[in-house]
């Protein structure tokens, strides 16, 4: 019972009972003589005798020591006793000797540790404890040192016996009687003594003195003491933590704080991971501001959480046999030491601002993939979740910056997740965040990083985390924002089919999007339905409800009579059925099928209700057709339900379309019926053939009204030519379905002829009546998407006789396109029929196609639509081809058709009215010479037919794949909708090519490029033949105008989609660089022989030489614009692009604006699209050459002038692309890159060196130059643009020199005086005339002028006054003179105002010199400064 009251109190001393007991205690002692021991008292001995005198009693066993006295007291009378006694100093032998006498009883020692009982005065008082024995002889400096040693040889009798009886530790106990004394009287020997026990103690004994030395030692030995530490660290990592306990608690200096954190950094490595977290706190917290980022970046590279793991786990696994609940106790616990560490850090980050910059900046300086670990990524969470010192927005966008340049990529997320997701589970609010961040942003190559985060904390993370990234996806899909909530809906059914269980708990928030498709554009639809049908019909009773609510929602939509809402009802219902009817092996199916009864009773009645709410209209027929061919094609469906879907549609085809060929075409027409397009043998009048013209006549009437509705009296069902291609493509997909890919059945079809009529009334088009032309228009649209579609069918067939159809068809497409191009020119104001179902109404798709210059939604202003598609002629979503070689076509095929006051137009303007031509079509590309051998009539002789894919055809090809690769590759997924939806049907026409991912179209492309390539050598070789045979004459006797205008919209097509297809930022994800070196390597080869084994550098420099070869053979300047943007694209490819890259790109640059362009028909060429392919190839020289200033320098300082001295309409010698029409191009290139160029100029500093200041000066002087001679081409060149161009820019690079130019000017004055003389002069020049400029602007009350006035007028003052302060901060104040500038217009003659001369000089002086004086040093402020200057300098110096 005793000792379990006295450990508790073993530190307590209760100060009111010692002082109490005093006095009682020394009237005691004066007042008797010493009496004879007790019983339980020790016997008598000079060592108990003194203590007995001096107030302490010793006891036997297990009662502890009395004292008597205050110890204060105790302590003076001991040390007098001793002091008086005439045997001292012998005495104090004795007494230690009767010391160690007395301790050799492990019990005496034991009450001798233990703290001492004061002797009771009363019966009424409570006892307390007072220090021990021990500690109260420590505190006697004559008897410290010897009672030291006598504890110091005592202790090594108990290191070894751990806790004893009643959990007391003896080396614990002497160790805590060295701790807080009064005094040390040896502090140095004590301390060595001290590390000489922790040299032999065992473990536990060592972190017992260890962590006591800071208590133990006085301060002026930390610093020996941590010496000593850190070299013990060194040799022993199992003290770890005990040691970084007691160095934190030692008050060292920085310098030996800082060394002695280097030598704990070199053991981060090898320390155990339970000792982790206290090694990087005393890491942390050791930091100071200075050398923060330093530490943390040697920090970051030595501390790897996984090899620390994987470490404990193989120790925890090799020390013993031990079992699976010890293994995994050890898992748990080193999970715990890695939260510990990151609570660690998060800690620092929060209370240091310093120690979050620096972690954000020792991220940021890891450039290789493979050095960015695990710890990144959970310093990232760390520094979003704190947002300490704004540390969230740094840390989003360092982690965007990462994943763009494939630094931190997917694997590494994977891994973070799956060995540390109990650890990150408490950051879940920063994951979604930065998920949601990544998803929504602009950059697509971030965007799959954030869904794989979506998808890991779904699987990762507990049920609550689930159901919040569920609706954080929902929210996407609800944003409103197409490429967010595209791709938020892939996540969602990714985790429907891989987590089925799961998300059907959370079906009921993914139902919630149903209130908002109309949101959603098609596809989308899509994807919806079928991740709600895959959930709803899993027949698990949690989702069960879904169904009826889905079913609902499908009745309504169909039963609509908005169009919308009823395309909604058909691709959803059709959705429906694909998951419904997928193919099964349960048991209870229907006869012949795979489907249980309920599930094929359920399916057979939604498709007739489909089916019967389409044939409301023709539109909606159509898409019926075309979601069930979609359905078909990407939906494996029960054998039952395929069958039902394709039983009727063959002889309803031929039934509605198709009719035998009679020696007559009976019925009344517009026009004369005529069989055209027959590519079939003529031997025989029992062919078929499209009966399209006979349909259309029919469908006329009811169409009246725009739209064909079947009427309720109406029987029979109404057959629309608008459904023919549609109908043919679900003919066809049924029948690859049935016959593994064979068309045999339908093979007909490819070469049967249409009823149609002649296409001479093209001719005629003028004498047509307004109905008239847009039957014959809609009837030119009905024949060409029923060939595309025809080519989509048979593209894949592999016979000759097929593929030359099938170029055959191509050809009459192209043909088909160029009287259209002629019909629509004289049919202003006509709407096609639409060919794509699943997009808006006709009439909004209309003003979506006439954004661009097509001439067919507005019947209004037809004419102004019209004079616009001259200049224009391209649609919205298309730049530099329709731009640049579209409108070359339409120029060349209708001069001999069209009469010269109409207007061309292009097709692609009419692109959303055309069918789809889908991805495999483009493999027609591959064609080459096609023949055959054809019987005559008596089958004797032969006749060869050849078949060729012509220019014509090509350019088709090409143009369509360039639409679909800048659709699927060059589209950024999270790009919000405009506030006017003028481009919200973008993906119309695109609908197939949506269902298939960017990857698949890149890898065509790729599987493509030997093709490209061939026919780009194609363009080469024959430019080449025509510079040789020709003499480079373009226009020479002989050469067809025509196929060299196709000829050049080619090779620049070729060039495009190459560039498009290189530019994916797919290729910089690391699961796509095999994809991108296959590719390189395709380009490669046609240079070289192939060779795997060559680097991605070498890959890049062997494509680019291969198309630098074709740059003497370049047809046009939009051409060249684009060889040049394909090698600069090929050079990012590998990363930041090196000096020889930039400097080949600089060469053929400036070789192109060196070259004169002329045009097919050889006329020079110009216009708006020379003029903007000329200001890109300018900016791209301009941004690749290595010094811009003397590029600027020798443009305007050498072409210019050249163009000065010469006549009116030549061109500059040097620069062939220089003249007087091109001017304002190159003036505002040059004003804009030597603006840019100075921006990124550094700033002076007064710390650089006389080198230093010198070379900046030069630059600056150059720069200045530059500017002055831009400025001073304003008097030769005054037109309004060049004006606006030099304010514009002129203020920006005066707000440039203020900001980085007169800080070194500042610093430069006194040091190279003359050039800041020669600078400031020149710049004054150039600021003088920016200032009659602006007087020249007022008076030409010129609103786009005056408008850059104010901030121009307030730079030229800012700039006087700064020149003035640069002066002062040189003692040179008065080297400066201040006067006004007359207001002087371009031509130098001075403007007055409306007020009298004389008061106009008067009151301008005083009131109007802030705002009208733009006065810099003039020539006698010059003079009077140079003066001044060099006795400034002396006095100075």
């Not at 021990?134 to 006697?140: A, E, I, K, P």
């Not at 660690?344 to 929060?350: D, E, G, L, P, Q």
């Amino acid at each position: 019972m005793m000792r379990k009251k006295k450990r508790p109190a073993s530190f307590s001393v209760n100060e009111g009972t010692t002082s109490f007991d005093a006095p009682k205690s020394k009237k005691k002692s004066s007042a008797q003589p010493p009496r004879p021991a007790a019983p339980d008292e020790v016997p008598d001995s000079v060592f108990v005798q003194i203590l007995r005198e001096s107030g302490v009693i010793l006891k036997h066993g297990n009662m502890s020591n009395e004292i008597a006295v205050d110890q204060v007291v105790f302590q003076k009378r001991l040390q007098h006793h001793l002091r008086k006694n005439p045997r001292y100093p012998s005495i104090i032998k004795e007494f230690i000797s009767g010391l160690e006498s007395h301790i050799e009883d492990p019990e005496r020692f034991r009450n001798c540790l233990l703290p001492s009982l004061p002797r009771s005065a009363g019966k009424g008082e409570t006892s307390s404890f007072q220090e021990s024995l021990v500690r109260l002889l420590l505190g006697v400096e004559m008897l410290q040192t010897p009672v030291l040693n006598t504890l110091f040889e005592k202790l090594p009798e108990f290191m070894f016996e751990g806790v004893g009886e009643g959990g007391l530790n003896i080396p614990h106990l002497i160790i805590t009687q060295l701790k807080w004394l009064d005094r040390v009287v040896d502090c140095k020997d004590l301390g060595c003594k001290l590390m000489q026990l922790v040299a032999v103690a065992p473990v536990e004994v060592q972190r017992d003195i260890i962590t006591s030395l800071p208590e133990i030692l006085e301060d002026s030995q930390h610093g020996h003491m941590a010496r000593e530490l850190n070299a013990l660290l060194q040799e022993n990592t199992q003290l770890t933590v005990p040691i970084l306990d007691a160095l934190s608690s030692l008050n060292l200096s920085s310098a030996l704080l800082a060394e002695v954190r280097g030598a704990v950094m070199t053991t981060v490595s090898a320390v155990q991971l339970e000792d982790l977290p206290v090694v990087v706190k005393f890491i942390l917290h050791s930091i100071s501001a200075s050398d923060s980022s330093e530490v943390v970046c040697d920090l970051h590279k030595k501390l790897n959480l996984e090899q620390c793991m994987l470490s404990s786990v193989l120790q925890a696994s090799q020390s013993h046999e031990k079992s699976k609940s010890s293994y995994s106790v050890s898992s748990c616990s080193s999970k715990d030491s890695v939260a510990l560490v990151l609570e660690v850090i998060k800690s620092a980050v929060r209370f240091q601002k310093t120690i979050s910059e620096a972690w954000l900046k020792a991220v940021e300086n890891v450039h290789e993939t493979e050095d960015h670990k695990v710890l990144d990524v959970l310093v990232l969470l760390i520094l979003h979740s704190t947002n300490a010192n704004q540390s969230r927005r740094g840390a989003e966008q360092l982690l965007k910056v990462k994943v763009r340049r494939g630094l931190i990529q997917e694997a590494l997320l994977s891994r973070t997740f799956r060995d540390y997701a109990q650890v990150i589970r408490g950051y879940f609010p920063s994951i979604l965040a930065l998920a949601q961040s990544l998803l929504r942003s602009p950059d697509c190559c971030v965007v799959p990083f954030g869904g794989h985060m979506y998808k890991l904390a779904f699987t990762a993370f507990d049920s609550y985390c689930q159901q919040e990234v569920v609706g954080s996806l929902v929210t996407h899909v609800c944003s409103g924002v197409s490429g967010e909530a595209g791709v938020a809906l892939e996540l969602l059914c990714e985790l429907v089919s891989q987590k089925p269980t799961e998300m059907a708990q959370y079906a009921v928030f993914v139902k919630g999007i149903l209130d908002y498709m109309e949101k959603l554009n098609p596809q989308q639809i899509r994807q919806l339905f079928h991740l709600l049908s895959s959930l709803a019909f899993r027949h698990d009773q949690h989702v069960s409800h879904i169904q009826d609510d889905m079913h609902i929602v499908v009745r309504k939509q169909l039963s609509s009579t908005v169009p919308k809402y009823k395309r909604i009802g058909i691709i959803g219902a059709v959705m429906m059925v694909g998951i419904m009817a997928a193919p099964r092996s349960n048991a209870g199916v229907s006869q012949g099928g795979t489907l249980p009864k309920d599930t094929h009773r359920q399916v057979m009645p939604l498709l007739e209700l489909v089916r019967s709410c389409s044939e409301v209209s023709a539109e909606a027929t159509a898409l019926y057709y075309d979601e069930l061919a979609n359905l078909l094609q990407t939906f494996p469906l029960d054998p039952l339900v395929q069958a039902w879907i394709g039983k009727s549609v063959l002889e309803e085809f031929q039934e509605d379309f198709v009719v035998d060929l009679g020696a007559e075409i009976a019925g009344s027409f517009p026009f004369p019926a005529s069989v055209m397009y027959n590519l079939d043998d003529e031997e025989s009048q029992g062919g078929i053939a499209i009966n399209l013209l006979p349909l259309q006549t029919q469908d006329v009437p009811r169409r009246a009204d725009g739209r064909a509705t079947a009427t309720p009296g109406n029987t029979g069902r109404h057959v629309s030519p608008l459904c023919l291609s549609s109908f043919f493509r679900l003919l066809r997909l049924c029948e690859e379905k049935q016959h593994q890919g064979d068309l045999e059945e339908i093979d007909a079809l490819l070469g049967c002829p249409l009823i149609l009529t002649d296409m001479e009334v093209v001719e005629k088009m003028d004498s047509l009546s307004k109905a008239e032309r847009e039957f014959f228009c809609s009837l030119l649209f009905y024949t060409i998407n029923w060939f595309r579609e025809v080519v989509n069918a048979f593209c894949k067939q592999t016979d000759p006789e097929m593929k030359m159809k099938v170029v055959t068809r191509l050809q009459n497409i192209t043909y088909l396109q160029t009287l259209l191009e002629t019909c629509l020119a004289a049919s202003p104001g006509f709407i096609p029929p639409l060919a794509n179902f699943d997009c808006e109404s006709p009439e909004v798709l209309a003003t979506t196609s006439s954004t661009a210059p097509a001439k067919k939604a507005n019947r209004k202003s037809v004419g102004k639509k019209r004079k616009a598609s001259d200049s224009k002629n391209s649609s919205t979503d298309s730049s530099q081809l329709e731009e640049a070689t579209l409108p070359n076509e339409s120029q060349q095929d209708h001069p001999e058709k069209e009469k010269g006051t109409k207007a061309a137009v292009s097709v692609s303007s009419y692109r959303p009215f055309f069918r789809e031509l889908d991805m495999e079509a483009l493999g027609v590309l591959q064609c080459g010479l096609l023949s055959r051998s054809v019987l005559d009539t008596e089958l004797h002789s032969k006749v060869r037919e050849e078949v060729q894919l012509g220019p014509a055809e090509l350019l088709f090809l090409l143009e369509d794949m360039w639409h679909k690769l800048k659709f699927s590759l060059a589209s950024t997924p999270a790009k919000k909708a405009p506030f006017l939806k003028v481009k919200a049907d973008r993906a119309v026409g695109f609908s197939r090519l949506q269902q298939k991912s960017s990857k698949d179209v890149a890898t065509f492309c790729v599987q493509l490029l030997p093709t490209l390539c061939t026919h780009l050598e194609n363009c080469h070789n024959h430019f080449q033949t025509l510079i040789t045979e020709k003499q480079g004459v373009v226009d020479a006797l002989g050469v067809d105008v025509k196929e060299q205008q196709l000829m050049c919209s080619a090779y620049q097509l070729l060039l495009q989609v190459l560039d498009t297809t290189f530019s994916w930022s797919g290729f910089s994800q690391p699961e796509q660089r095999a994809l991108l070196r296959r590719a390189l390597g395709v380009l490669a080869s046609r240079l070289k022989e192939e060779d795997t084994d060559l680097s991605m550098e070498q890959f890049i420099k062997h494509s680019s030489e291969y198309l630098l070869n074709l740059r003497s053979t370049v047809p046009s300047l939009s051409a060249a614009l684009s060889l040049t943007q394909l090698i600069i694209t090929l050079g990012q490819c590998g990363g930041p692009s090196p000096g020889s890259h930039r400097n080949a790109i600089a060469s053929l640059a400036k070789h192109f604006l060196c070259q004169e362009w002329v045009t097919v028909s050889g006329a020079k060429d110009r216009g708006n699209k020379h003029n903007d392919a000329l200001h890109s190839l300018l900016c791209l020289y301009l941004e690749h050459t290595d010094d811009v200033l003397k590029a600027v320098e020798e443009i305007a300082g050498e072409g210019i002038r050249e163009l000065l001295t010469e006549a009116k309409d030549t061109r500059s010698r040097s620069w062939a692309t220089l003249c007087r029409q091109t001017f304002l191009v190159y003036y505002k290139a040059l004003m804009a890159e030597l603006e840019r160029s100075v921006r990124k100029l550094p700033p002076g500093r007064q710390t650089d060196s006389k080198e230093v200041q010198s070379e900046k000066l030069l630059t600056w002087n150059i720069a200045v130059r530059d500017f002055h001679i831009l400025v001073n081409l304003v008097k030769v060149f005054d037109s309004r643009p060049v004006l606006s161009v030099c304010l514009k820019y002129g203020r920006l690079f005066l707000e440039s020199f203020l900001k980085l130019g007169m800080p070194l000017l500042d610093y430069s004055f006194k040091k190279h005086k003359e050039d800041v003389q020669s600078l400031l002069k020149t710049f004054q020049l150039s600021t003088r005339q920016l200032h009659h400029m602006c007087g020249h602007s007022k008076i030409r009350q010129d609103m786009g002028l005056t408008n850059h006035v104010p901030a121009l007028k307030k730079g030229l003052e800012q700039f006087v006054y700064r020149v003035k302060a640069m002066l002062t901060l040189n003692q040179c104040q008065e080297a400066f003179w201040l006067g006004n500038l007359k207001n002087r217009d371009l031509k130098g003659e001075e403007i007055l105002s409306q007020r009298s001369a004389e008061s106009d000089e008067e009151d301008e002086e005083s009131s109007q010199l802030p705002e009208e004086q733009n006065e810099e040093e003039d020539s006698d402020c010059e003079e009077k400064k140079n003066s001044h200057l060099d006795e400034e300098e002396e006095e100075s110096d």
